[in-house]
């Protein structure tokens, strides 16, 4: 079945393109990069998940991610994952994400059906 979201087209589109760079660039050197988008829906929401098997968010980073012009990357700007949470938040949805070190972070986003 087909499902509609409410939200900016392009503010998605960003959101989507920034988890899976971010999955890209955090892969592993010497392991394969594998990203898993899993796209499920009830009633009332569509719940996605972004899957990476990348090196992970270390803990003490995790409550900064969201921040703006936080960045661990050396030529990153920081404002990837600020402007997911600010872009699903605008179409009424939520972001979260778990993360283990050396094998990887799924980011969870939901979206209300229009």
């Not at 939200?7 to 899976?20: E, I, P, S, V, Y």
């Not at 921040?67 to 939520?94: I, M, R």
Request: charged residues 25%; neutral net charge; glycine residues 10%.
């Amino acid at each position: 079945r087909e499902v509609t979201v409410l939200g900016d087209k392009d503010q998605l589109r960003r959101t989507f393109n920034n988890l899976l760079k971010n999955g890209i660039e955090a892969g592993n050197v010497n392991n394969r990069c594998v990203i898993k988008i899993r796209i499920v829906h009830n009633e009332t929401h569509v719940f996605i998940e972004v899957e990476d098997n990348g090196k992970g968010i270390d803990p003490y980073l995790q409550d900064k991610i969201f921040v703006p012009n936080f960045t661990t990357k050396s030529s990153g700007t920081g404002l990837g994952l600020a402007f997911v949470k600010q872009a699903v938040e605008n179409a009424g949805g939520t972001v979260d994400f778990k993360s283990s070190a050396d094998i990887g972070t799924t980011f969870y986003l939901s979206f209300p059906l229009s």
